[in-house]
């Protein structure tokens, strides 16, 4: 259904001062905190998780060496979706505006929710990765029992807990405990903190104070002295979850976006009703390859 006139009707008077409401201000791209951005040119992608080999054995004197295999441990896909939105406005509607450009303005608009849909859609596999969304391996995103063929891997807290200086700590430590899939350690290391905005001046406190948090012991910040999470923290405001907080590792090919098409916009009029009608449209995905690559607690 076009915009009509009917819908417009304040902004045909002649005593009209002032529009509102199409100019607030937005939060940008905050996903680009979270995943590596690559390009894509099919309908969609898929990365396999292959596994290295086990340790080392000894080989005894006079016996032959110990053969071990190497192979595929589970595939993710990225499949890519396609996301639009559209509007009309009808002929009378815009030969009867005495103000502003019509078209200008609601074109703004559609930018806006096409931005705002795609920050929502980017934080998708954080606000759900407790549950419904899950990783390659068939697992929720954040599980303390991913499966590998040498036992599991935890990418969340044994015990769910609250942002404070004991749980990140433990998250560090579980971090840099992580093994591959032959249960070889890896060296992973967190780099940066997600935040839902709720968190930011615990957060702030955590890794900016020069002493602990909330003690009256005249200990160091030792999350700040050892240059722990050295890339700080982000606030994402598409978080739903008040108390959880994520971790993104130094682990490759972890939270990835493929773009499969940039957005692009086009207008055009129809000939048998006068209507000028404009559309967004773009292709994308937001996924993880590898969960090594983020850990996360839910909260308490």
Known sequence: MAISRNQL???????LNALFGL????YENQSADIYTT???DRAFEEEVMLSGFAQAQVKPEGSGVVYD????????????????????ITEEAIEDNLYDRLASRYTKALARSMAQTKQV???????????TFTSGDGSALFATDHSTIAGTVANTLATAADL?????????IDIAAMTDERGLKIAAKGMKMIIPSALQFTAERLMSSAGRVGTADNDINAIKSMGMIPQGYSVNNYLTDTDAFFIITDVPNGMKHFERTPMTTKMEGDFDTGNVRYKARERYVF???DYRGIFASPGA
């Open 9 to 15: 009707v304040k902004e045909l008077e002649p005593g």
């Open 23 to 26: 100019e607030y201000k937005q």
């Open 38 to 40: 690559e390009s894509s």
């Open 69 to 88: 295999n190497a192979q595929e441990t589970f595939t993710a896909r990225y499949t890519n979706e396609t996301i639009a939105l559209a509007f009309a």
């Open 121 to 131: 859609k980017a934080v998708n596999p954080l606000n759900n990765g407790f549950g």
């Open 164 to 172: 404070n200086e004991t749980s990140l700590e433990q998250s560090l």
């Open 287 to 289: 996924g993880v390859s």
